[in-house]
């Protein structure tokens, strides 16, 4: 029965190519937005999840309760540094301290900012040129991203002097400084000044020499000793004044708190883009049965039962709403990449960072969506094809 | 008393010009933001303990005056607004008895000229080494942020635009084409195809005009629902959503030629076929 009523939608689809194509293009169009949707309100999240673990640090220590560094510094943190170091669920251990400063000689339209590291442990970027070597100058080796590259014209060798604009001193000496190689860093922004060196050498930046305080942790976990859980339960133990986080909390704070309004704009306009779709979906098909109520009763007089004739109208709701919503993936595919074009132009945003990621179970809730909508949609014009006076309507349509 | 714990970044937020304590022999008074006041069950009069470390070390006592509704900052909405403030010694003060560091990290000038506002910006970096300064009227991230995100809602609005144009076009072809034999009809009587494609392109338009006008009628029924529900969500007094009439000529501008467009490749589908035709002969 459900391959004659599919053969029977079929015909009506083809018999009405027009208006058939009319509303594929708009199903594929509304499903494109809806499939975008889907994609966005993991997108995010899934993106930030795949930086955080490619850092190849599983848990961050910082002194305060915000996800991001706000807070205070860390004090006393070579001392720290040891102790974690001793953990048998802590494979490594690097000590960050951020600073910012400006290349002598050089506007720039933003300071750079430098992050300081222990450049014998495991370091935080990737590098696409040269080296990070473990022992520093004078000159200060440093490490630069390819916008300094381009912006100050620097390469490896290239001399430079940084005017540190950090730290309690007004006025900290000048660090000269040399190109030792170029890295990709997490999280840089698209238009992003940063450099890394030697912690060493980002205290004297920061006219601090004699400080021993750093702005995070991070830290590698042993995963034959536990993985990330035990990493974090080692450093709350061991620190219990700071604030540990593995990466999945990370994740889950920022879905909580900084994404939530991608989140958020994603459910409202999915639930509104599909109950749009629905509603279209819907009265283009009661629009399509009451013209042929005619030749609904006159296949019933021929003998179609009534659950025939209504599986007919199931099934072209469900012809219409599959072929536009199978289109409209590649379509939303390639629609969410112009999205994602327009929203990484937010400034701050990490130039590897997706808005847009596709996931099977994105694809899963658009196919699940789509099929519940095409039943919605054709609840109504099955219920007029059920209650349809055959005797009467065969009148009407012969007067008429 | 309560021992709260916060870094300094927030307390150096201190108004300055309300001045210090008014008198040593009592406890210094702070201003608890709305969402601290309720989140940790605070009230006012109550002492509470304020520390720059985690652990509470070297606290200070203050008392709570007061409570204040954040202004609401749509860079920060998603956040948690726990923040607090006290007269600007205080925090000076505060700074002091925990690990060194910068007491304060902005200070806000007014000039007696604005138009000075650039010039006196770059005579200050120049002067103060690693002090930045910028005029409040300079084009900052706020700007291109929301410049961004109307350009998004924009392409959604366009995609949106598109799939209801194509089911209006389908409907409309639909609905002109129930009344084939009445156009054909129409047409034996004496009226001219031009006259019928007007009355069709009226109706389209009307169709599009009352359409527009529900939907604004409806974005602007809606609009406390929503903000309702987003000043809930993210416990602040910003407004989400405001049906401007530069928003509701715009939804206008888009909605009518749409359907006038619609109703035109309608009425052509329709008025291209022979009369006779349509009319079974």
């Known amino acids: ?28 169009a509304i499903g494109a937005l809806l499939f975008d949707m889907l994609l966005l309100g993991n997108g995010l999240l899934v993106s930030f999840r795949e930086r955080l673990d490619r850092s190849g640090f599983d848990v961050r220590v910082i002194a305060s309760e915000s996800a ?47 992050a300081g590291v222990d450049p014998d442990a495991l370091v935080p970027w990737s590098m696409i040129d040269g080296t990070f070597p473990s022992v520093g100058g004078p000159p200060a080796a440093i490490v630069i991203n390819r916008n300094m590259s381009r912006v100050f014209h620097l390469m490896v060798g290239s001399r430079l002097v940084l005017e540190g604009r950090c730290g309690a001193a007004l006025h900290p000496l000048p ?64 620190l219990p004044d700071l604030h540990v986080l593995t990466n999945e909390q990370i994740v889950e704070r920022f879905s909580r708190i900084e994404f939530s309004y991608f989140r958020q704009l994603s459910s409202v306009l999915t639930a509104v883009t599909l109950f749009f779709g629905l509603l279209l979906v819907a009265v283009l098909l009661t629009v399509s049965v009451n013209q042929q109520l005619g030749e609904m009763a006159a296949l019933r007089a021929l003998g179609l039962s009534r659950g025939r004739v209504m599986a007919g109208v199931l099934c072209e709701s469900a012809l219409l709403i599959g072929i536009g919503g199978t289109a409209a993936i590649p379509i939303g595919g390639m629609l969410s990449i112009w999205l994602d074009h327009i929203l990484r132009s937010l400034p701050g945003i990490p130039a590897d960072a997706r808005f847009f990621v596709f996931t099977a179970r994105a694809l899963a809730i658009h196919a699940a969506l789509l099929v519940a909508g095409a039943v919605l949609a054709a609840l109504y014009p099955m219920r007029l094809v059920a209650v349809l006076p055959i005797a009467e309507t065969l009148r009407r349509e012969v007067v008429s | 008393m309560r021992r709260l714990s916060f870094v300094i970044p927030a307390l150096v937020t201190a108004w300055s010009t309300l001045g210090s304590s008014s008198s040593p022999a009592l406890l210094p008074d702070a201003l608890v933001s709305r969402q601290l006041f309720e989140r940790e069950h605070l009230s006012v009069g109550e002492t509470v303990e304020l520390s720059r470390s985690a652990s509470g070390g070297a606290a200070k006592h203050f008392r709570i005056a007061g409570v204040y509704e954040p202004t609401p900052d749509p860079m920060r909405f998603a956040q948690e607004r726990l923040e607090l403030r006290v007269h600007l010694p205080d925090a000076e003060g505060l700074a002091a008895s925990g690990p060194p560091g910068v007491p304060v990290t902005g200070i806000n000038v007014q000039l007696r000229d604005a138009a000075d506002a650039a010039g006196f910006a770059s005579d200050v970096e120049r002067r103060l080494p690693g002090v930045t300064a910028r005029s409040t009227s300079a084009s900052d991230d706020r700007v291109a942020t929301f410049t961004v995100l109307d350009r998004f809602h924009l392409a959604i609005a366009i995609v949106t635009l598109l799939g209801s144009g194509a089911f209006l076009l389908a409907l409309m072809v639909m609905l002109v084409d129930e009344r084939r034999e009445t156009v054909a009809t129409l047409r034996l009587i004496g009226l001219t195809r031009a006259r019928l494609v007007t009355q069709i392109l009226i109706e389209g338009a009307l169709i599009a005009g009352a359409g527009a006008a529900f939907g604004i009628v409806f974005a602007a029924a809606a609009e406390p629902a929503f903000n309702r529900f987003f000043q809930w969500r993210y416990d602040t007094a910003l407004v ?34 022979r009369t006779l035709l349509q009319v079974g002969r």
């Open chain 1, 68 to 114: 991001v560094i706000a807070g205070p510094p860390i004090e006393r943190v070579t001392a720290k540094t040891a102790i974690l170091r001793r953990a048998p669920s802590i494979a490594a251990v690097q000590r960050v301290r951020l600073g910012s400063a400006d290349v002598e000689g050089v506007q720039a339209a933003h300071h750079v900012t430098v």
């Open chain 1, 1 to 28: 029965m459900i391959r004659r009523a599919i053969a029977l939608a079929w015909l009506r689809v083809r018999r009405e190519k027009g208006r058939t194509i009319l509303g594929v293009a708009g199903i594929t």
């Open chain 1, 175 to 238: 660090l000269q400084a040399q190109v030792s190689g170029i890295a990709a860093f997490q999280n840089d922004a698209t238009d992003a000044l940063t450099a890394a060196s030697s912690y060493a050498a980002v205290a004297a930046l920061c006219g601090e020499s004699d400080s021993d305080r750093a702005d995070m942790l991070l830290i590698r976990s042993n995963a034959a000793a536990g993985g990330a859980d035990a990493a974090a339960a080692a450093a709350r133990a061991a």
């Open chain 2, 240 to 273: 989400f959503v405001r049906v401007t009439p530069a928003i509701a000529i715009r939804s206008v501008a888009f909605a009518v030629p749409v359907g006038l467009a619609a109703s035109a490749v309608a009425g052509w589908t329709v008025l291209r076929r």
